[in-house]
């Protein structure tokens, strides 16, 4: 059964740094090394986005808006993604997720229908 794990959120003052872990459980006639992971995120009233992936082959995106801030990795042994925050701001206030994606037609897309709990970030002084 797949599953992903998600903590690290809290509350954080604007320009402050968070770091988010994911621990997932998939498919064990695979293994993780193979798929390519991704971290998204859902603010209050908006659909949920693609923030950062990282392919099996370690190569990294990011979307426009945390370009620079943001740092996906992952550790293969542990099964776990990470996501280092740093100058955080206030729009970056959101539920996190991680799920695996699939590449198509040059886009990414969460590879399952079933999403962890996800983990609160909030950015405010």
């Known amino acids: 059964q797949v599953q992903f794990v998600e903590s690290g959120g809290g509350l954080v003052q604007p320009g402050g740094s968070l770091r988010l872990s994911c621990a997932a459980s998939l498919e064990p006639s695979i293994p993780f090394r193979a798929y390519n992971m991704g971290w998204f995120r859902q603010a209050p009233g908006k659909e949920r986005e693609l923030v950062a992936r990282i392919t099996a082959g370690h190569s990294t995106g990011y979307t426009d808006s945390v370009k620079g801030r943001f740092t996906i990795s992952r550790d293969d042994p542990k099964t776990t993604v990470y996501l280092q925050m740093n100058s955080l701001k206030p729009e970056d206030t959101a539920v996190y997720y991680c799920?695996?994606?699939?590449?198509?037609?040059?886009?990414?897309?969460?590879?399952?229908?079933?999403w962890g709990q996800g983990i609160q970030v909030t950015v405010s002084s």
């Open positions: 799920n695996a994606v699939r590449l198509t037609s040059g886009d990414y897309y969460p590879l399952y229908n079933s």
